[in-house]
């Protein structure tokens, strides 16, 4: 199957003079090729929220081609063709007018996710428009991680929302995060606050030296937690003040994952692509899904104890094809806190799954385990 998403691959194809059998073209305006099209060998082909006119439409169903047509009067575009960017979901935003998010793209699809019933829309097109969305989505992040043949070292951050700017815990995070993105890993998270955006700002300052991460995070603390007013302005500042150059954006690239179910909170402004869901179940699934060089558990509450445990399904079962770590960090609180690494370690009993489960507080002993099991999968041939 091929996917055409940009007006220079349809002219090229058109330009081939082959047919467009299993050719899927999504989310272009074709308005302008109606006399190509009439003539092109379209069986086979489908047209997913293309703009079409009339005469290029009739001749698209007369020559056996499947149509999707577009949406109306949707925030969001059902077909999107890439992943969104804090650039794209944050435009308009002004960090000296906080109330200025109100008018960003992200907050309108906010709003109208809630106008229209939440996660049970009212409506079979909304429902319909959503799921599109939402397979769109993960098109484009299949596309990303695949990195055009190598794939990238996926390592996913999990922790609490709730962890505060200024908690020692959200440095650690940071340092981790950046430190392996440095060593060639690709860090992905809920996409979130708290311990979320720690997994982004590191990334972000990969390039960076550790004073200058904690000049990035003396300046976020001044407003530590996602329920203050200027908490994303504060995150834009530090974008400002520490920007990443051309290549930069591409050794300090990050994934965040988070979802409109959980709209109050909106994704952070450090991850550089970001695959916001509607269907939070489609989105926590996928996000430990693709997670195959392993996951890191930072403090959490019972979001990140969830993930926990499907995780551990996942891995128990192995139902992705690929057993990776699972590493705890905090001893003291995955032990008596939420003591959760017992149950797991007795789970965990004779499985394979067993050897890549580690208990620590050590940064070095976390980053050690995700080399090695990365130097054993390579080894294997398998992606990891």
């Not at 575009?77 to 650039?87: D, G, K, Q």
């Not at 390592?155 to 700017?165: C, E, F, N």
């Not at 290549?247 to 409109?260: K, M, V």
């Not at 179910?261 to 509607?278: D, M, R, V």
Request: charged fraction near 20%.
């Amino acid at each position: 199957m091929t996917e055409i998403e940009t007006i220079e691959a349809f002219e090229r194809q058109l330009r081939s003079g082959g047919s467009f059998r299993n050719v899927v073209v999504q989310g272009l305006d074709l308005r302008g090729f109606t006399r190509e099209i009439s003539s092109a060998p379209l069986a086979g082909a489908a047209f997913m929220g293309c703009q079409l006119e009339q005469e290029a439409l009739q001749a698209a169903l007369s020559h056996g081609a499947l149509i999707f047509p577009p949406f109306l009067g949707l925030p969001y575009h059902p077909y999107r063709s890439n992943l969104y960017t804090p650039e794209e979901l944050y435009a308009g935003f002004d960090p000296a007018r906080p109330e200025s998010y109100t008018g960003t793209l992200d907050e309108r699809i906010y709003s109208h996710w809630n106008a229209q019933g939440r996660a049970n829309p009212p409506s079979l097109l909304e429902t319909l428009a959503q799921r599109l969305h939402d397979h769109a989505v993960t098109d484009a992040m299949e596309e990303l991680l695949s990195n055009g043949g190598k794939p990238r070292k996926v390592v996913a951050i999990m922790g609490g929302h709730s962890m505060l700017r200024a908690q020692p815990d959200y440095r650690a995070v940071a340092l981790l995060a950046r430190e392996l993105t440095r060593r060639g890993f690709f860090m992905v998270s809920g996409g979130g606050p708290g311990a979320m955006e720690a997994t982004h700002m590191g990334a972000w300052f990969a390039r960076r030296s550790e004073a200058e991460l904690d000049a990035g995070l003396a300046m976020l603390g001044k407003a530590p937690s996602y329920k203050d007013r200027e908490w994303l302005s504060r995150a834009f500042e530090v974008r400002a003040a520490f920007p990443l150059s051309l290549d930069d954006r591409l050794a300090c690239a990050s994934l965040g994952i988070p979802t409109w179910h959980y709209g109050h909170e909106p994704p952070n402004a450090f991850a550089t692509f970001i695959a916001k869901y509607f269907a939070n179940s489609v989105r926590e699934d996928g996000l430990l899904t693709i997670a195959t060089g392993g996951i890191v558990y930072s403090p959490g509450s019972a979001g990140t104890i969830q993930e926990i445990f499907q995780d551990a399904c996942q891995n128990h079962y192995n139902t992705v094809g690929v057993v990776s770590p699972m590493i705890f960090l905090g001893h003291e609180f995955w032990t008596r806190t939420r003591p959760i690494y017992p149950l797991l370690a007795q789970l965990a009993q004779g499985q394979e799954y067993g050897r890549y489960l580690r208990i620590t507080d050590s940064l070095e002993e976390i980053i050690d385990a995700l080399e090695e099991y990365d130097r054993a999968q390579a080894a294997r041939g398998t992606p990891g």
